[in-house]
């Protein structure tokens, strides 16, 4: 079987980027022949929304090759209700506490949205897997890690449904596959050999979400990211030492291509102190760039003056003008240290 993960798509009808992120992953999941595409809640932003936009999703999800199963989010756990009809190839799985439905070799337990406790659950899901088949859990959940913070979960409160490695571990599944983490694409494998994975928003719902956009794949013998080519922000940062302008330049043109502006909102940034001049330096930089669209230089780097004229670094350069050779090798450890200690003042 071949499984296609994501969610919070957030639709909304201000965002047409993300209905475009939508189409680009189902057309995604034709390419791929999979077999199901499941979305771990916040297909829309609202409920609101999701009335709204209905008949443009209702299009979208009918006449597919494979069904789509989405449990609600905390965004939308009231958009779907037994009368709403969001394409014949859409089901929303929507029952308390869990639904489980069973496919040749696997089976899913989906969880939609609830406040609350994940540990009451757990002794329930336990018994819920099937022990003849690949066992998925689909939830909408917090990972209660220290290196996660709210802006990881687009501000979201970290306090919901919160799950720890060890309120999952030994329930019996092999995937957990969840949705409320917008950052991007996180894998984990746990202690006791499931993999839980939060494939992140797939597309850039706010500026805090840097870098390409995926969707989980699941297969029998794995899982992994699928790039998606679809609106993403992303910032390029460097700190230029005095010495290393032409390298940063050289790394910029490397980079640049990498990301491309049609669908990328690129921010290039560069701190740090120069030897040339910095009207000429923002002027190679601007060249560099070109007429590149969604791009934006944020220049915040200095002229050398004021570490030439520090009389401190002046009294070390005398010092070190009896010797040329070894005068140039180690003004180059000097200038690139008063540099990133000025930076570092800022």
């Given at each position: 079987m071949k499984i296609l993960h994501s969610a919070d798509v957030h639709l909304h009808s201000d965002h047409p980027r993300r209905q475009e992120a939508l189409a680009k992953m189902l057309e995604l999941g034709r390419d791929e022949r999979i077999d199901l595409l499941l979305i771990a809640g916040d297909l829309f932003?609202?409920?609101?929304?999701?009335?709204?936009?209905?008949?443009e999703v209702r299009s979208l999800f009918s006449g597919l090759p494979y069904p789509?199963?989405?449990?609600?989010?905390?965004?939308?756990?009231?958009?779907?209700?037994?009368?709403?009809?969001?394409?014949?190839s859409f089901r929303a799985l929507?029952?308390?506490?869990?639904?489980?439905?069973?496919?040749?070799?696997?089976?899913?337990?989906?969880?939609?949205?609830r406040e609350g406790n994940f540990a009451a659950l757990a002794e329930e899901l336990g018994r819920a897997?099937?022990?003849?088949?690949?066992?998925?859990?689909?939830l909408h959940c917090s990972w209660s890690l220290p290196y996660y913070n709210q802006e990881d979960y687009g501000d979201e409160d970290l306090r919901y449904l919160p799950v720890t490695e060890d309120t999952l571990t030994g329930l019996g599944y092999d995937y957990i596959l969840a949705g409320h983490f917008h950052a991007g694409y996180r894998q984990r494998r746990?202690?006791?050999?499931?993999?839980?994975?939060?494939?992140?928003?797939?597309?850039?719902?706010?500026?805090r979400e840097q870098g390409r956009r995926a969707v989980n794949l699941v297969e029998d013998k794995g899982c992994r990211p699928l790039s998606l080519d679809t609106w993403y922000r992303q910032t390029l940062e460097y700190t230029l030492r005095v010495t290393n302008s032409e390298?940063?330049?050289?790394?910029?043109?490397r980079e640049l291509p990498l990301h491309p502006q049609e669908f990328c909102e690129l921010t290039v940034r560069l701190l740090g102190y120069c030897r040339e001049g910095e009207t000429e330096l923002a002027s190679r930089l601007e060249k560099l760039v070109g007429d590149r669209a969604n791009t934006r230089l944020d220049c915040q780097f200095?002229?050398?003056?004021?570490?030439l004229a520090d009389?401190?670094?002046q009294r070390i350069h005398l010092l070190l003008s009896r010797d040329e050779e070894k005068s140039r090798q180690l003004e180059a450890l000097l200038l690139e240290a008063f540099s990133q200690a000025l930076a570092e003042e800022k």
């Open positions: 932003d609202d409920e609101r929304q999701a009335e709204e936009l209905r008949g789509v199963y989405a449990i609600p989010g905390n965004h939308d756990q009231g958009a779907f209700t037994a009368e709403s009809f969001f394409g014949a929507t029952a308390l506490p869990f639904t489980a439905v069973d496919f040749p070799g696997w089976r899913l337990v989906a969880v939609p949205y897997t099937a022990p003849d088949k690949v066992n998925i859990l689909m746990l202690k006791c050999g499931a993999v839980f994975v939060y494939p992140g928003s797939p597309v850039a719902i706010t500026a390298a940063v330049l050289q790394q910029l043109a200095r002229g050398a003056g004021p570490i009389p401190l670094y």
